[in-house]
């Protein structure tokens, strides 16, 4: 959907919310990029692909959240994945196509998906 009106901006803030709403409190965490540096590079497109792709495979216990910049612009979208026990994984140069091998690979197997990892942290 192309922005076009204050209005439109509205309706795509509340849908986010929704979405978003319905998918706290797992266990597991994905966090988005959503600075205006990670939402210019496609990161509201990679977060509809992550709720997407977890509603098709049933994936309920995964909260999917948001953060602003953190200073890596040149790598947006970003996107971090927390399993309980393991270290935090940032991937980056994130795309609606490298979603589904990163949910596949990293949420539902736990591997990393090494091509796409920018940072780790214990």
């Known amino acids: ?57 049933g994936l309920r216990d995964v909260a999917v959240e948001t953060t602003g910049c953190i200073g890596m612009c040149q790598k947006e979208p970003l996107v971090d994945i927390i399993r309980p026990g393991e270290p935090r994984i940032t991937y980056g140069d994130v795309s609606p196509g490298d979603v589904p091998r990163i949910i596949v690979e990293h949420l539902v197997n736990g591997r990393v998906v090494e091509d796409k990892v920018i940072g780790q942290t214990d």
């Open 1 to 57: 959907m192309k922005v076009k009106s204050l209005e439109d901006l509205r309706k795509i803030k509340e849908n986010a919310k929704d979405l978003t709403s319905a998918r706290s409190g797992g266990a597991t965490r994905v966090i988005v990029g959503m600075g205006t540096c990670g939402i210019a590079a496609g990161a509201r497109e990679v977060m509809t692909a992550i709720l997407e792709e977890l509603d098709r495979r």
